[in-house]
């Protein structure tokens, strides 16, 4: 029996109720297979300042270097907005993306037919929307260097560097590709080459990485007009491939596509084989406890990770077809519910959707 090594990080508010779930989804596939997980729980975010007066302390790090995957909840609190910006619990974020080198950040943005007339837009607008955005993690104008703010010409200055170089365009241009192999061919690389530099050669660089992948459509947009098709018409969306900022701001544009933050999970790369998972969605400190919480985004996330991390392709399905049978006979947390539906708990949905995937292998 293969045994993998999990690092849990539950983190704060809700992140221990969703993650509880998607813990419950991987033991009954290690039920169903024959796989075993192990988990190491270690705190992360608010929890991990109560106990450190760190964020991110260095044996939640070092577990997480041992593992073989991390799967992350969420971080922050109101209780902690007052903290000095260093120690806030969403800088543990930012840190273990740069301690592990996570450098893609995968997230699709599905609509689910079942949920349709839960977007803002119409439903013959979002219908069979399903996108991958591709974006790079650990370039860009948020860890550009030089930054600061300083006094110049008797007024204060405030700076960034937007930068890469040619080998962090490389790697998660062929992040990109590999990920359009699996998918419908067609990669769409997201820039501002009309006007910055730094994407002009993000441009150069992606066009000559995409002659390794003949099979795959390249095409390129400015990210304003990107903003815009991703809302206009958001099914000639395969995979989206971008930097950075534009990546943090065109996902979340995307997010919402869905209808609910709780449905929608996300991958973190490396170069090594080591990956994180959480959902995209935040802590819900005022639903703490309540046991309300959407888990899907998380149990998503677990099943991204035997699909990237373990090669569990059948694994993944399963997870991923239970929870479209699990939406399909009705169930629904808070965050997603509809007249006529059925109202359950996160614990409820768990059960639902472990109930299903134990029901596929009959």
């Known amino acids: 029996m293969k045994t993998y090594n999990i690092a849990l990080l539950a983190g ?5 109720e969703v993650t509880d779930e998607a813990v419950k989804i991987l033991k009954s596939i290690s039920e169903k297979y024959n796989t075993d997980f192990n988990f190491e729980p270690a705190l992360i975010g608010g ?29 922050g609190d109101w209780k902690y907005d007052n903290l000095p910006a260093q ?3 969403e800088k543990a974020l930012l840190g273990i993306r740069k301690e592990l080198n996570l450098f893609a950040n995968l997230r699709p943005a599905i609509v689910y037919p079942e949920l ?10 979002v219908s069979d929307t399903d996108i991958m955005i591709i974006r790079e993690l650990t370039g860009d104008v948020y860890f550009g260097t030089p930054k600061g703010i300083e006094k110049k010409n008797n007024e204060l200055f405030g700076y960034n560097n937007m930068c890469y170089f040619e080998s962090e365009i490389r790697r998660i241009a062929q992040v990109a590709f590999k990920v359009a192999m699996q998918r419908n061919k067609k990669v769409c690389s997201v820039d501002k080459a009309n006007v910055l530099d730094v994407s002009r050669l993000w441009r150069d660089i992606v066009k000559e990485t995409s002659l390794e992948y003949p099979q795959v459509e390249l095409t390129n947009m400015y990210v304003d007009n990107a903003a815009m098709q991703i ?3 958001p099914r000639q969306f395969d995979v989206i491939l971008t930097g950075n900022i534009f990546g943090d701001i065109l996902s979340d544009e995307a997010s919402i596509l869905s209808g609910s933050l709780g449905m929608l999970p996300s991958a973190s790369l490396s170069d090594s084989k080591l990956a994180l998972y959480e959902p995209i969605h935040g802590s819900a400190p005022d639903l703490k406890g309540k046991n309300v919480v959407n888990p899907i985004a998380t149990i998503l996330s677990a099943a991204m990770m035997l699909k990237y991390s373990f ?22 947390t808070q965050d997603i519910f509809q007249n006529g539906m059925k109202l359950v708990s996160t614990t409820e949905m768990g059960n639902q959707i472990k109930n299903n995937i134990l029901k596929l292998s009959e």
Do not use: Q
Request: hydrophobic share 30%; aromatic share 4%.
């Open 47 to 75: 929890c991990a300042y109560d106990k450190y007066k760190n964020p991110l302390p260095d044996n939640t790090i070092d577990l997480a270097k041992k593992s073989d995957a991390v799967l992350l909840g969420a971080v």
């Open 116 to 125: 349709t007339d839960l977007s803002p837009l119409k439903a013959e607008i």
């Open 87 to 89: 120690v806030r619990p």
């Open 12 to 16: 704060d508010g809700t992140g221990k």
């Open 311 to 332: 090669n569990m392709d059948k694994e993944h399905d399963d997870i991923v077809n239970s929870v479209r049978k699990t939406l399909k006979d009705g169930f629904r």
């Open 231 to 233: 809302i206009r018409n």
